[in-house]
């Protein structure tokens, strides 16, 4: 009996000792883990701030690129800008009060700060070959067409008997970027002409469309408002938040259709047509 209680004893006692060898252990695995979570921490922390350290130049180099090779010298602007508006309003298609749009625009530039730096060259009926000869003979800074657009992106023009005449985005792009020198902005006053001003961009600094069908209140408030604050002196995004706030104060709504866009790293915070 004392001997089996010995080795009782003995046996309880190795026990001991190998659970206090596995608490040690599991203190050290415990400790190694807390290190490597440590060090993992630390790592994404250090490249996190890598990467923002990166992202900063990038967003610091675009700023500086903006300013020293898209941005306008305000004392460079042209001492007056055409803005040449193109309307089409053919015979088989319902018909749009083009010329009150027209009328407004010219209105409110009329009204405007700097409304002798401005020239509203009217041009009707217009027909695909009337679009380059319109642009040569004017000279415009902006091109503005009125008229009907489909949901492919196709805009209409007239034909000789005033029927409509399909133009497809790509077509409109490869004309205009034979004018792209002259041309900073094509303003699509259209029925689905987003398209057509996603390509215009490739060419041209800036572009805006809209997005789905628009009636001819918001295309004439909208249009009329865009070009008072030009004449105002105002930037081209100012210029086009100020338009789509008008749809709001008029309680027409719909501010969402009109978009703007833009040529790659073009701010268009920085595209100014008109000063004092």
């Known amino acids: ?19 206090g060898y596995l608490e040690r252990e599991l203190d050290n695995q415990r400790h190694q883990q807390e290190q490597a979570d440590k060090r993992r921490r630390d790592d994404e922390k250090r490249h996190q701030q890598a990467i923002s350290r990166e992202l900063d130049k ?3 180099a675009h700023r500086e690129m903006s300013r020293s090779k898209f941005s306008i010298d305000l004392t460079t602007l042209p001492d007056k800008i055409t803005v040449l508006f193109l309307g089409s309003n053919p015979l088989d298609q319902s018909a749009l009060q083009l010329d009150e749009e027209a009328r407004a625009i010219d209105r409110m530039v009329r009204q405007a700060e700097h409304r002798d730096a401005i020239n509203f060259k009217t041009w009707w009926a217009t ?8 642009i040569n003979e004017n000279n415009p800074t902006i091109v503005h067409f009125s008229g009907h657009g489909d949901e492919h992106g196709n805009l209409v023009f007239q034909g000789h008997q005033g029927e409509s005449r399909l133009v497809t985005p790509e077509a409109i792009s490869a004309s205009l ?4 020198e002259s041309v900073d902005l094509v303003f699509f006053n259209a029925c689905f002409s987003e398209t057509q001003a996603s390509l215009i961009t490739n060419h041209i600094k800036a572009a805006i ?3 789905d069908a628009v009636d001819d209140d918001v295309a004439r408030v909208f249009a009329a408002q865009f070009y008072s604050s030009v004449g105002f002196g105002r930037s081209l995004q100012t210029a086009f938040e100020q338009a789509r706030a008008a749809l709001l104060l008029e309680g027409i709504g719909q501010d969402e259709l009109p978009v703007l866009m833009t040529a790659t790293e073009i701010d268009p915070a920085q595209i100014y047509f008109v000063t004092a």
């Open 209 to 211: 469309g809209m997005s």
């Open 127 to 134: 027909r695909p070959q009337d679009l380059l000869q319109a």
């Open 177 to 180: 970027a034979t004018v792209s």
């Open 1 to 19: 009996m004392t001997d089996f209680e010995r080795r009782i004893a003995d046996k309880g006692a190795e026990l001991n000792r190998n659970l």
């Open 58 to 60: 990038q967003l610091q």
